[in-house]
């Protein structure tokens, strides 16, 4: 028994629209931050930026971003006269993950015929 | 993209402080120093138990202040998902059918079947490095996937065993402290050249 061959209308359909990724996501920093949170409870500032190398501005920066399309939540506590910011993924933020590595990977799939 | 990988370098992530290794060292020597138990006046066993208990309580602190005051000020905090939850609660399975067994063994050497069978002597504490020590601390390196544990575990417990062994040269508590305590100080310098590459990896961060 053979393979089914793909015709030509098959890979048409199968085909997703490189415009329908995620531009959010799919910036390399916040791609960084985003697999960090999904594969975590929560997290604090500082763990983030010594997993992603990013700098305290260009974290913050992309944090806010995520955060204004409600896919991070982030909750400023003082600990010991110190300012703590915990970052969770929220579930819209994980949903959002899950579509986006969904869709890039059958992307990347029908590239490969 | 290895979403699987990338939640195991962050969890190793923990273990490259070198505190827990300290806090395993430290521990084993507290057996050393135990088997000067009789340094209060008091019999050896309660001597030994006291020293333990205080010890072991200076150890856990070492353990719960170091990181709070090295680790997390400069790598930060991070709470792990369901599945490290999961992991813990397997783990906490798998070390009390350890202890059971160990129970068990106890109760069989104090059957005295060894002796019967002739196979006491070097056998036994062999056996108990390995029930005792080795197989819950494998259990652990296991489910915390802090791989450098199963060397100590394998180190620790053959604690005993080398005890037994220096036993007719040095005497007791001599071989205790030389077999276990050694064991104790190479696991200590180990954790603290990981806790030295650590502290110049990550200086203290103010954030």
């Not at chain 1, 915990?86 to 933020?93: A, D, N």
Request: net charge positive; proline share 3%; with cysteine.
């Amino acid at each position: 028994m053979g393979k089914k061959k793909m015709t030509s209308n098959d890979s048409k359909e199968e085909v997703i629209p490189i415009i329908e990724i995620d531009k959010l996501i799919h910036e390399p920093a916040r791609l960084m931050i985003i697999s960090l949170l999904y594969v975590v409870e929560s997290a604090d500032f500082l763990w983030i930026k010594r997993q992603t190398d990013l700098t305290d501005g260009n974290l913050s920066s992309h944090l806010s971003k995520l955060e204004s399309a409600g896919y991070v939540t982030v909750e400023k506590s003082i600990k010991n006269k110190k300012t703590n910011t915990s970052i969770k993924l929220s579930g819209g933020g994980r949903k959002a993950f899950e579509v986006y590595r969904q869709k890039l990977t059958q992307i990347l799939e029908s590239t490969k015929n | 993209m290895d979403l699987k990988a990338l939640e195991k370098k962050a969890w190793r992530s923990v273990f490259q402080d070198g505190i827990w290794d300290i806090y395993f060292g430290l521990l084993f020597l507290g057996l050393a120093v135990a088997s000067f138990g009789d340094i209060f006046g008091l019999p050896s066993e309660l001597g030994s138990m006291i020293i333990i208990l205080c010890w072991n309580s200076i150890t856990v602190l070492f353990l719960i202040l170091g990181k709070k005051f090295i680790t997390i000020p400069r790598i930060g905090f991070v709470k792990f998902g369901t599945k490290r939850k999961k992991l813990k609660k397997r783990m906490l399975g798998f070390l009390i059918f350890n202890l059971i067994l160990a129970f068990l063994f106890l109760f069989v050497n104090l059957s005295g079947i060894f002796e019967r069978l002739n196979i006491g002597g070097l056998i036994e504490p062999l056996v108990v490095g390995l029930l005792l020590i080795t197989i819950p601390l494998s259990i652990l390196a296991y489910f915390l996937e802090f791989h450098r544990l199963y060397i100590y575990a394998i180190l620790f417990g053959l604690g005993f065993f080398n005890s037994e062994l220096l036993f007719p040269l040095v005497g007791s508590p001599l071989d205790l402290f030389l077999s276990q305590g050694l064991i104790g100080i190479i696991v200590i310098l180990i954790g603290s050249v990981f806790l030295i590459q650590f502290l110049r990896k990550y200086p203290s961060s103010k954030a």
